[in-house]
């Protein structure tokens, strides 16, 4: 069965910490995996997508990478804005309906 | 301004009751999505439409129902056979040139609760 686990489920750092979040997969066969943002309340923020093995992208403080069974999504010197949950998802299989399995999320809060 | 706009903000279901969420694009997008998420829980996909006056069931379709008989629109009713509806409900929608990479835009979402 096709399964996406993010870790740790919480993190809490203090700014200026930087840390890493991480997303392991287990699928059939990965089309591109994805990272989203999401505040309280408000739906997800698309941030990044990796297609394969080795791949890096960068935005501002985020930088995720990509390898066979995981993404890491790493945060240097994180301020308190950045503070959200972030979510992972991966699309699989050979379908063409865009359909994506997410992870649980990890909730990440930085102190001032 | 494009976006997605999902309403009510707040939606609150009597015992036997259905109740419609309303999902709607500017974006000229042809998918559309629904997804239910829960406390400690990923999304999960309920319904989604490629095209208008066609639409599948996701993982989790018991319960609900959706038409798509306009492009910008995909309501979704949350019928009384939905046994445990309280949750945060997401649409999205994505371009058939942003569905080969993936990218769903989301509305800010739907908090259903049970009175």
């Known amino acids: 069965e096709d399964q996406v686990t993010q870790s740790p489920e919480a993190l809490r750092l203090q700014e200026g910490e930087s840390s890493s979040l991480n997303c392991s997969y287990t699928v059939s066969g990965l089309r591109g995996l994805f990272w989203y943002r999401q505040d309280p309340g408000k739906g997800p923020e698309f941030l990044f997508t990796?297609?394969?093995a080795g791949e890096e992208k960068e935005k501002e403080r985020l930088k995720a990478t990509l390898t066979k069974k995981e993404s890491f999504l790493h945060i240097t010197a994180p301020k308190p804005e950045d503070s959200a949950t972030y979510l992972c998802?991966?699309?699989?299989?050979?379908?063409?309906?865009?359909?994506?399995?997410f992870g649980q999320g990890t909730t990440l809060q930085v102190k001032p | 301004d494009g976006g997605i706009t999902q309403s009510p903000k707040y939606l609150f279901r009597k015992e036997g009751q259905n109740v419609t969420l309303s999902c709607e694009q500017n974006l000229n997008h042809d998918a559309m999505y629904w997804y239910r998420q829960d406390p400690g829980q990923g999304l999960r996909l309920i319904y989604y439409?490629?095209?208008?006056?066609?639409?599948q069931k996701g993982d989790i379709a018991e319960g609900y129902s959706v038409s798509r008989e306009k492009k910008e629109s995909f309501p979704l009713t949350v019928t009384s056979a939905q046994k445990n509806p309280t949750a945060f409900y997401l649409c999205a929608s994505t371009s058939e040139r942003l569905i080969a990479k993936n990218i769903q835009y989301f509305g800010a979402g739907t908090r259903l609760s049970v009175l």
């Open positions: 439409s490629q095209i208008v006056n066609d639409f």
């Open positions: 998802a991966v699309r699989v299989g050979s379908s063409n309906t865009g359909k994506l399995i």
């Open positions: 990796l297609y394969s």
